[in-house]
């Protein structure tokens, strides 16, 4: 992929992400590792929209290791 | 001495007489002790099972059973493999004392090929799973390379690499997901194959991403590497992802050259320059078996969608211990506060990389189909230093389009040592073939290393 200008997130959307995480854990986040966590996530929302640029077809699908299961007698 | 010593050599020694395999036990015993944990390649040395393994084979030599080029030799696993009887850490501290009452299904395999396991070896924690940034990145301590000690042997299969590297094993079990055999195969100048990915059962490993995953061999030559991959491949009922093809080595058919090969130039772009000069002069001994022509690299977001696909997989796999805090536990700093970002990944966006990735797999075998290998550097760099942030060495090339590409793809690769770099550090000559050509693969390593000596040089340790 060429290398393109780097998207930055909407602060608000990687505020409420970090909620839901906060709100999933059994622990809280040490406050000096909260910046560190939101950089985290904004990373990780560049990624997808870079991986979203890539168009792709209905009929495009994953390819899966599922089978219907059923044990041998 | 048996240090330094090939698979195949220790082989034909076992069978003369001139050694035995509780000789070899004890003798890679006693260097994993010293040299290996000098190194810091060790976790646990399986002292009781070596013995007990190395007299079978002894006796079943005596009695005229033999099992096969490993019966006798002595290896070293990953400690992410469980086997019976000896703690499996992931690399991780919240794992340290983790038994698990089987063997891997590798485990399982080795020791019916008569091989004797010896130790379970360094890893980064967790297979590197949660973004480490730095070689301190295991309980352990990191691991040195034995050509220079003050050089971080790679990761995440530090161990393996650093232990054949030393001379205290002939051959060692690594993990790849996303370059963890390839790393250190090029830090410590081994030779290291990556499979296709379900050509090795991953049943009784640790999971960090169920499809990227691979087990493979790290020896000193290819050969060697196909003689352990002949042993550790096949189906397996208890990994849904293994190929139902069986695999043999050596195979008579492997098509003999000349070899079509491609170059990918863009991947000497940010490359060292001893790197980009010994890259050169591979290609050119690599032209008495076949003919070069340069190849561009279909355009995806590779790196991006590894990152996805990895870092969903790895939440999932490791849920429990990112929510429940034990996570707080890792040894690296960064390690205790990357994984809280994962587990936000919508499934939508995991989704569309994994349909991404079907197209990248079908144009990928498009572009292979066309050659019988494709030539790069292994990495960009020798390895960094043992101490130093991995964004302080040489942050411009840590993006890895290649290294990502051929993991999504799950394409096979093999590595081998092609010269020394800065800080008398090796460099690596990497040959990538499409899915299911490891015996090509290893066809061409055989060639390269027969008209080249780089894979018999040792350190002086």
Not at chain 2, 115 to 122: D, R
Not at chain 2, 286 to 305: I, M, N
Not at chain 2, 334 to 361: F, G, H, Q, T, W
Request: proline share 7%.
């Amino acid at each position: 992929m060429k290398e393109g200008i780097r998207h930055m997130a909407d602060p608000k959307l990687v505020d409420a992400v970090l909620a839901q995480i906060r709100a999933s854990l059994d622990h809280e986040i040490e406050d000096e590792h909260i910046e560190r966590v939101r950089k985290g996530i904004d990373d990780k929302l560049d990624q997808a929209e870079r991986v979203r640029k890539y168009p792709l077809e209905n009929g495009d699908e994953p390819f899966t290791v599922f089978r219907a299961y059923r044990e041998e007698s | 001495m048996s240090h330094y010593k090939t698979v195949a050599e220790l082989g034909a020694m076992l069978r003369s007489g001139e050694t035995t395999p509780t000789r070899l036990a004890r003798e890679a015993l006693e260097r994993l002790d010293s040299v290996g944990r000098e190194l810091n390649a060790v976790v646990t040395l399986t002292e009781e099972r070596a013995m007990r393994e190395a007299e079978q084979a002894e006796r079943e030599l005596r009695e005229g059973i033999d099992r096969g080029p490993l019966h006798g030799i002595p290896y070293g696993a990953k400690d992410l493999l469980a086997a019976v009887g000896y703690p499996t850490s992931w690399g991780a501290a919240p794992y340290k004392d983790q038994i698990f009452d089987y063997d891997a299904t590798v485990i399982r395999k080795l020791r019916e090929a008569g091989a004797v396991l010896v130790a379970k070896l360094a890893m980064i924690e967790l297979a590197g799973g949660a973004g480490y940034e730095q070689p301190n990145a295991t309980f352990t301590g990191p691991t040195g390379v034995p050509w220079n000690r003050e050089a971080w042997s790679g990761g995440s299969s530090s161990g393996s690499g650093a232990a054949v590297a030393a001379g205290c094993v002939p051959f060692a079990i690594g993990s790849e997901t996303a370059g963890s055999i390839h790393s250190p195969a090029n830090n410590c100048g081994l030779t290291g194959l990556r499979p296709t990915y379900g050509r090795v059962s991953r049943h009784g490993a640790m999971a960090l991403s169920w499809t990227m995953d691979k087990l493979g061999p790290m020896a000193r030559t290819a050969h060697d590497c196909g003689l352990v991959l002949d042993a550790i491949a096949g189906p397996d009922p208890a990994d849904p992802s293994t190929l139902p093809q069986h695999y043999r080595y050596p195979s008579e058919a492997v098509p003999a050259p000349p070899y079509r090969f491609g170059v990918v130039e863009s991947e000497l772009e940010n490359a060292q320059p001893e790197v980009v000069e010994n890259f050169r002069q591979s290609v050119e001994a690599l032209r008495e078996f076949g003919s070069v022509e340069t190849v561009e690299l279909p355009d995806y977001p590779y790196t991006e969608a590894t990152s996805v696909i990895i870092r969903a997989e790895m939440a999932s796999a490791f849920e429990e211990l990112i929510r429940g805090g034990k996570v707080r536990e890792l040894t690296a700093p960064e390690d205790r506060i990357n994984p809280y970002s994962a587990l936000a990944i919508p499934a939508v966006d995991y989704l569309r990389a994994m349909r991404l990735r079907a197209k990248m797999c079908r144009d990928w075998d498009a572009l292979l189909s066309r050659y019988d290998a494709l030539l790069t550097p292994t990495m960009p760099n020798v390895a960094p230093p043992i101490d130093v942030h991995f964004a302080s060495f040489d942050s411009s090339r840590r993006r890895r389009t290649f290294g990502s590409a051929v993991n999504l793809t799950g394409v096979p690769g093999i590595a081998v040592m092609n010269g020394f770099g800065e800080r008398g550090l090796p460099t690596s000559l990497c040959i990538t073939g499409r899915t299911g050509s490891e015996n090509t693969l290893i066809a061409i390593a055989n060639a390269y290393q027969s008209v080249t000596d780089w894979h018999t040089l040792t350190p002086d340790i």
